[in-house]
T-cell receptor, first 115, second 114 residues
Framework: DAGVIQSPRHEVTEMGQEVTLRCKPI?????LFWYRQTMMRGLELLIY????????DSGMPEDRFSAKMPNASFSTLKIQPSEPRDSAVYFC?????????????FGAGSRLTVL | AQSVSQHNHHVILSEAASLELGCNYS??????LFWYVQYPGQHLQLLLK??????LVKGIKGFEAEFIKSKFSFNLRKPSVQWSDTAEYFC????????????FGGGTRVLVKP
């Protein structure tokens, strides 16, 4: 298995631009998580899905952030418009199902820089 | 709100020294507990986990952690570190009543000097 695949690995954009981050979970995994990692705030859970349904989006910073999971093999995290404070590494992770005992498998992350 | 606290943000030590990283959580119910590690330039991976049973759990690379329920703690230990243990370590908590929501601590950066 190729693991959790994220794209792009690096993105540099200007303030005000739209950013779309993509994630392909491990095949057969039914739960998907988006985390954001910054020096100041550590690793924050933004949103997670079970069976393509958003379960908890309380970590999404504000309305500029949105996430979708149109099918079991693809999810997007969109920021529109982007701001410099959104600069961070965004990780996607997946697990086999909605049990808290499952171990997360993380992707390599998408490093976003907003100028 | 539930929180996970890691007391040390940065730890610097020499090879062969012992390591202990603290982790405390605020949730009062039954929990699943994890330690993840992020080596430089890599993504997070599981170090060890505790679900139930023996509160002393052993993970990969000689790491172990002890769950002390009365102290809401899950500290990570390694008797003798190596240079290759340089990484960032994250404690994570899943309250069993919260489905599969996993909350991470702020992380501890460990630098092992050769």
């Amino acid at each position: 298995d190729a693991g959790v695949i994220q794209s792009p690995r690096h993105e540099v954009t200007e303030m005000g631009q739209e950013v779309t981050l993509r994630c392909k979970p491990i095949s057969g995994h039914n739960s998907l998580f988006w985390y954001r990692q910054t020096m100041m705030r550590g690793l924050e859970l933004l949103i997670y899905f079970n069976n393509n349904v958003p379960i908890d989006d309380s970590g999404m910073p504000e309305d500029r952030f949105s996430a979708k999971m149109p099918n079991a093999s693809f999810s997007t995290l969109k920021i529109q418009p982007s701001e410099p404070r959104d600069s961070a590494v965004y990780f996607c992770a997946s697990t086999p199902g909605p049990s808290g005992a499952n171990v997360l498998t993380f992707g390599a992350g998408s490093r976003l820089t907003v100028l | 709100a539930q929180s996970v606290s890691q007391h040390n943000h940065h730890v610097i030590l020499s090879e062969a020294a012992s390591l202990e990283l603290g982790c405390n959580y605020s949730y009062g119910g039954t929990v699943n507990l994890f330690w993840y590690v992020q080596y430089p330039g890599q993504h997070l991976q599981l170090l060890l986990k505790y679900f139930s049973g023996d509160p002393l759990v052993k993970g990969i690379k000689g790491f172990e952690a002890e769950f002390i329920k009365s102290k809401f703690s899950f500290n990570l230990r390694k008797p003798s570190v190596q240079w290759s243990d340089t990484a960032e370590y994250f404690c994570a908590v899943n309250p069993k009543a919260a489905g599969n929501k996993l909350t991470f601590g702020g992380g501890t950066r460990v630098l092992v000097k050769p």
